[in-house]
C-alpha cells in the first residue's frame, strides 16, 4: 500500500508524484524521490524495482520478511533492515521496516506494524537545510525515528521490573507467579535486544572510516544514533543482569522458607517423638514393671511427657525453630 511518493529538490519539497514517474525524476541529478509503502505485495515490490532499478537480492529478503537487523551494500546502493516493536499481552509484535537508499532516492517498506513513520517526514520537511544532504539524512531520520521508540520500552521493563522486585520481598508473595513475571520481562529484554544489538553494529558502519558515499555527509548523524544504541543496549544488558539476580533472589527466598517449615516441621517431630518414647515403654506390657502398681504412676508417666515435651518446645523456640 502506498503511503506517500513526493520528489525533493534542494531540499524542498517539489510535489508529489505518481509511482509511473518515478525513474524520470530519479534520473535528474538535482532531486530525490521518497517512497513511503506499508504491507507491500509483491506486485508494488516489483514495480518499485523496475522504477527505482533496486538490487534483486534485497527486494527478494524484502518479500520474504522476518530479516535480522542489517545493513548492505549494493554498490552505491544500501538496503538497512530495523525491527520495529509494539507491546502486547505477553511481549512484543515485532514488525520491521525495509529502508533502500540511493544517491537520489530512498524507499521505505514497513511491515506488519501500525506506527506510522509521518513525523519524520514533516521532521524533516521542516528542515530544509539538512534535507539538502539527500537521502542518507533521511535514512538517518528513519533510523533515529526506530531508535528513540526503543527508549519507552525501557522505561516499561525497568518499571515492571521493580513491581516484581518488590513482591518479592512482600510478605505471602507467590514465588511462582514472581518466576512467571520475571522469565517474561526475560523475554521481552532478549526480543529488545535482537533488535538493537545487529542495529547498532549496522550503524556503526555509518560513520567514521570507510563510509558509504550516500552517508558521508551525515556522518555525525549517525554518531549520535549509535550513542543512543550504546546506551540501549547498556541498560538490556543491566536489566538482563538484574532479571537473572532476581530470579536467583527469588528462589533462594523460597530455599529460605522451605528451610524454616522443615525446621518447624522437625521441632514439632522431636517434641512427639519424645511423647511416643515413654508412651512405647510404659505400653510394652511386661509383667514384671514396679511402677504399674504405684498408685500415682499415671499421673507421674503424663507429667514427665508433658514436662518433657515442655522443655523441648521452650529449647526449640529459644533456637528460633518455633
Given at each position: 500500500?502506498?503511503?506517500?511518493?513526493a520528489?525533493?529538490?534542494?531540499?524542498?519539497?517539489?510535489r508529489?508524484?505518481?509511482?509511473?514517474?518515478?525513474?524520470d525524476?530519479?534520473?535528474?541529478?538535482?532531486?530525490?524521490?521518497?517512497?513511503?509503502?506499508?504491507?507491500?505485495?509483491?506486485?508494488?515490490?516489483?514495480?518499485?524495482?523496475?522504477?527505482?532499478?533496486?538490487?534483486?537480492?534485497?527486494?527478494e529478503?524484502?518479500?520474504?520478511?522476518?530479516?535480522?537487523p542489517?545493513?548492505?551494500?549494493?554498490g552505491?546502493?544500501?538496503?538497512a533492515?530495523?525491527?520495529?516493536?509494539?507491546?502486547?499481552?505477553?511481549?512484543?509484535?515485532?514488525?520491521?521496516?525495509?529502508?533502500?537508499v540511493?544517491?537520489?532516492?530512498?524507499?521505505?517498506?514497513?511491515?506488519?506494524n501500525?506506527?506510522?513513520?509521518?513525523?519524520?517526514?514533516?521532521r524533516?520537511?521542516?528542515?530544509?537545510?539538512?534535507?539538502?544532504?539527500?537521502?542518507?539524512?533521511?535514512?538517518?531520520?528513519?533510523?533515529?525515528?526506530?531508535?528513540?521508540?526503543?527508549?519507552?520500552?525501557?522505561?516499561?521493563?525497568?518499571?515492571?521490573?521493580e513491581?516484581?522486585?518488590?513482591?518479592i520481598?512482600?510478605?505471602?508473595?507467590q514465588?511462582?507467579?514472581?518466576?512467571?513475571?520475571?522469565?517474561?520481562i526475560?523475554?521481552?529484554?532478549?526480543?529488545?535486544?535482537?533488535?538493537?544489538?545487529p542495529l547498532?553494529?549496522?550503524?556503526?558502519?555509518l560513520?567514521?572510516?570507510?563510509?558509504?558515499?550516500?552517508c558521508?555527509?551525515?556522518?555525525?548523524?549517525?554518531?549520535?544514533?549509535?550513542?543512543?544504541?550504546?546506551?540501549?543496549?547498556?541498560?538490556?544488558?543491566?536489566?538482563?543482569?538484574?532479571?537473572?539476580?532476581?530470579?536467583?533472589?527469588?528462589l533462594?527466598?523460597?530455599?529460605?522458607?522451605?528451610?524454616?517449615?522443615?525446621?518447624?516441621?522437625?521441632?514439632?517431630?522431636?517434641?512427639?517423638a519424645?511423647a511416643?518414647?515413654?508412651?512405647?515403654?510404659?505400653g510394652?506390657n511386661?509383667?514384671?514393671?514396679?511402677?504399674?502398681?504405684?498408685?500415682?504412676?499415671?499421673?507421674?508417666a503424663?507429667?514427665?511427657?508433658?514436662?518433657?515435651?515442655?522443655?523441648?518446645?521452650?529449647?526449640?523456640?529459644?533456637?528460633?525453630?518455633?
Amino acid at each position: 500500500m502506498l503511503i506517500n511518493c513526493a520528489v525533493y529538490q534542494h531540499g524542498s519539497k517539489l510535489r508529489d508524484i505518481p509511482v509511473e514517474d518515478i525513474s524520470d525524476y530519479v534520473a535528474r541529478a538535482d532531486c530525490f524521490v521518497w517512497v513511503a509503502l506499508r504491507d507491500a505485495t509483491h506486485e508494488e515490490l516489483a514495480l518499485m524495482q523496475e522504477e527505482f532499478d533496486l538490487p534483486a537480492l534485497a527486494v527478494e529478503d524484502a518479500q520474504h520478511g522476518h530479516q535480522r537487523p542489517k545493513l548492505e551494500e549494493y554498490g552505491d546502493a544500501l538496503f538497512a533492515v530495523m525491527h520495529l516493536l509494539e507491546p502486547c499481552e505477553g511481549g512484543y509484535d515485532l514488525g520491521e521496516v525495509n529502508v533502500f537508499v540511493g544517491s537520489n532516492y530512498i524507499l521505505s517498506v514497513r511491515n506488519r506494524n501500525q506506527q506510522a513513520f509521518l513525523g519524520v517526514r514533516a521532521r524533516c520537511e521542516k528542515e530544509p537545510r539538512l534535507l539538502q544532504l539527500g537521502a542518507g539524512f533521511v535514512l538517518y531520520a528513519l533510523m533515529d525515528a526506530v531508535v528513540d521508540r526503543y527508549f519507552p520500552l525501557i522505561d516499561s521493563l525497568e518499571t515492571d521490573l521493580e513491581t516484581v522486585e518488590e513482591g518479592i520481598f512482600a510478605q505471602g508473595g507467590q514465588a511462582r507467579d514472581n518466576i512467571e513475571r520475571l522469565y517474561a520481562i526475560k523475554r521481552r529484554v532478549m526480543t529488545l535486544k535482537h533488535a538493537v544489538a545487529p542495529l547498532m553494529e549496522a550503524a556503526g558502519k555509518l560513520y567514521g572510516g570507510r563510509v558509504p558515499r550516500i552517508c558521508l555527509s551525515s556522518q555525525d548523524y549517525f554518531r549520535d544514533v549509535h550513542d543512543h544504541l550504546i546506551r540501549i543496549n547498556s541498560a538490556l544488558d543491566t536489566l538482563r543482569d538484574t532479571v537473572t539476580t532476581a530470579i536467583q533472589v527469588n528462589l533462594s527466598l523460597v530455599t529460605i522458607e522451605e528451610g524454616e517449615v522443615a525446621k518447624r516441621l522437625a521441632a514439632w517431630a522431636g517434641i512427639f517423638a519424645t511423647a511416643t518414647a515413654f508412651a512405647g515403654i510404659w505400653g510394652m506390657n511386661f509383667k514384671h514393671m514396679p511402677e504399674l502398681d504405684w498408685t500415682w504412676s499415671y499421673p507421674a508417666a503424663l507429667g514427665l511427657i508433658a514436662g518433657t515435651c515442655g522443655l523441648l518446645y521452650y529449647r526449640f523456640k529459644r533456637a528460633g525453630w518455633l
